[in-house]
């Protein structure tokens, strides 16, 4: 750690984490659900564990990238952060908030909760992942305001490398975007098509700027390539990634009553979405097997690689397969698209996270470079154990996904959607069994920030 | 990347590729704009579809439902539960109150939501309102 104020950044880590550990509860709560229907009911039905499972997901990611803002944007500005107390102080506003929420969820009924947060004044709950009340919503505007404010004076006072800059603009982004989740029309159409400005946008669009810039800097760092190289990739990565993905916006416009030529926008533009994927996973390599030390830190390694991988496979490979509209007509609204939303998220997103944890925590615990070896094979374990667990959950959700669509939608006499659930049952519990290998990789990954032990040697040169 | 592909031609593109499809997204929402009247179904769009749709998100249907494919696939779809219930806004409204108000032991239960008559109305008729959306023919057939 090379400036004081990098260290906020680990608050926002050890949150970020503790609430992963959430997420992953709520999910096994709603995966059994899917094969044993009265479980926790009617206490906490379905659809709160959704939202617990789904929300958690989105906070934690969001401490996690505020994080990594905090730590490697004093680090390129090379300067002190504008002010860490406004850092501290955004933490735990956005902590409280988001526990409030998800004790909200928990413990009122979802319409007391909207009537207890005069929702009817503004109303923008009950939509898909913003099922925040709205006066979260308004703090989380607050919290990504200070929090620009704040990274942005101090990129202003510094120097401004091409890291720095497309990080701002991904997150400027994602603030932006997020105000059209108080858009909340009457007309259904409209209402569909303008959430997937926050939602697309989001997870295909300017967070791929945040992971293009988070995964530069922590090649970088691990393995001393020059800098001019890896920022040229980033660029044309970034610029394949917006270039693909804002008319990509198009594949979710299909069957929600926008006009038919967005099957033709939608399918090709979005067919070319896994293209900065790929050029991700071959910037990743490259920049390895390019290197120029061998960092001691070799989960951070493995991690950087793994989510350009994964996000390639999960967001590339499973978006492309049911993207095009003739197929989508099928898989729309499907357990293919739960299998595409598992992989891709835990990929794309979930791993950069991890990354850069795995790169900063030692150093914002004052080691020198790394953890020790003890600490990095229980880590490198939990990467593979939550890796493959999750690989094999989305396989099992597209076996349910595959037979979902032909018995509901494809053969010839089609069943009805209750009947086919109990057909495809079998799939659902093997994604059960996967996502508790999953919980126990991550509780390996807890556990190994806990195993102390003598640091590796610093960095040698190849 | 050879030396002939440079950063400032990367960053070029990155900024004129962004800006130039950011504008064509904005000229083609502009375009859907212009192609709604015919296809939304606003003229159905009653202040008792609106109060249906409020009670629709209030109590978080998307969490197990999917409307329009859209939401959790828990439950069934529901943007064409009024044509598979034979076009009955009084079939829907019958499921919804019939629901145990402790669930069905070992099985997928839909909520009590004790709705009074006025609600009831209103959600079915919302969902009578989304089933007339002119969707490009999906769901592929009547079990969604």
């Known amino acids: ?462 | 990347m050879s030396e002939v592909f440079t950063k400032s031609m990367a960053r070029n593109i990155f900024y004129g590729g962004s800006v130039f499809f950011f504008l064509l997204l904005l000229a083609l929402t502009f375009q859907t704009h212009e192609a709604w009247p015919e296809r939304d179904n606003h003229e159905n769009l009653t202040d008792t579809v609106r109060h249906g749709k409020e009670l629709w998100e209030v109590n978080n249907c998307v969490g197990c439902h999917s409307l329009l494919g859209e939401g959790a696939y828990f439950a069934p779809e529901l943007g064409n539960v009024y044509q598979r219930y034979g076009n009955s806004t009084d079939a829907i409204k019958a499921f919804i109150m019939s629901r145990p108000k402790e669930g069905i032991p070992g099985r997928r239960s839909m909520p009590q939501f004790n709705f009074d008559d006025e609600e009831l109305e209103a959600i079915a008729q919302f969902l009578k309102y989304a089933s007339g959306i002119n969707t490009n023919d999906w769901p592929p057939n009547i079990q969604g």
């Open chain 1, 1 to 462: 750690m090379k400036y004081e104020s990098q260290s906020v950044a680990k608050l926002y880590f050890i949150a970020a984490i503790g609430l992963f550990v959430g997420q992953i509860v709520f999910g096994l709560v709603m995966g059994l659900q899917y094969v044993m229907g009265d479980f926790m009911f009617p206490e906490i039905p379905f659809n709160v564990a959704r939202m617990v499972h789904t929300n958690l997901l989105i906070v934690w990611l969001l401490f996690g990238f505020m994080g990594a803002a905090y730590y490697l944007i004093p680090e390129e500005a090379e300067t002190e952060l504008h002010s860490p107390m406004l850092a501290k102080l955004m933490f735990w506003v956005f902590l409280v908030a988001g526990a409030l929420t998800i004790l909200g969820y928990l413990l009122v009924p979802y319409s007391t909760l909207a009537e207890m947060t005069g929702n009817s004044l503004l109303p923008t709950m009950g939509r898909e992942f913003l099922e925040q009340p709205t006066i979260t919503k308004i703090g989380i505007v607050i919290v990504a305001l200070s929090f620009l404010y704040n990274v942005g004076f101090t990129v202003l006072k510094g120097r401004k490398t091409v890291i720095t800059l497309v990080l701002l603009i991904g997150l400027a982004g994602l603030a932006i975007f997020f105000l059209f989740s108080f858009y909340n029309p009457d007309n259904l159409v409209k209402d569909k098509y303008y959430w997937w400005f926050v939602v697309h946008l989001w997870v295909e669009g300017v967070w791929e700027l945040i992971m293009a810039s988070i995964l530069a800097f922590v090649l970088i760092k691990t393995t001393g390539v020059d800098r001019e190289i890896i920022e040229k990739w980033l660029y044309i990565i970034i610029a394949m990634a917006l270039i693909t993905g804002l008319i990509g916006t198009g594949h979710h416009f299909f069957w929600i009553g926008a006009p038919e030529y967005w099957l033709w926008w939608g399918s090709i533009f979005s067919a070319l979405e896994p293209i900065p994927f790929f050029m991700m996973t071959v910037f990743a390599f490259n920049m390895v097997n390019k290197r120029r030390i061998n960092h001691p830190n070799q989960p951070a390694v493995l991690w950087a690689l793994g989510t350009a991988v994964m996000a390639f496979l999960g967001a590339g490979v499973w978006g492309f397969m049911h993207t095009l509209a003739p197929v989508n007509y099928y898989t729309h609204g499907t357990q293919i698209t739960a299998a595409h939303g598992h992989m891709a998220f835990y990929g794309a997103y979930v791993m950069i996270v991890l990354a850069i944890i795995s790169y900063a925590m030692p150093l914002l615990r004052g080691r020198k470079a790394c953890n020790s070896a003890a600490s990095q094979v229980a880590e490198m374990w939990s990467f593979w154990l939550m890796t493959i667990s999750m690989v094999f959950i989305t396989l099992f959700l597209t076996g349910a996904g595959i037979l979902q669509v032909y018995l509901q939608r494809f053969s010839d006499e089609p069943m009805s959607f209750m009947v086919v659930q109990d057909k495809i049952e079998l799939f659902y519990w093997m994604r059960e069994g996967a996502g508790v290998v999953f919980l126990i990789g991550l509780l390996l990954y807890v556990y190994s920030f806990f195993i102390g032990g003598e640091e590796r040697t610093v960095e040698e040169k190849v």
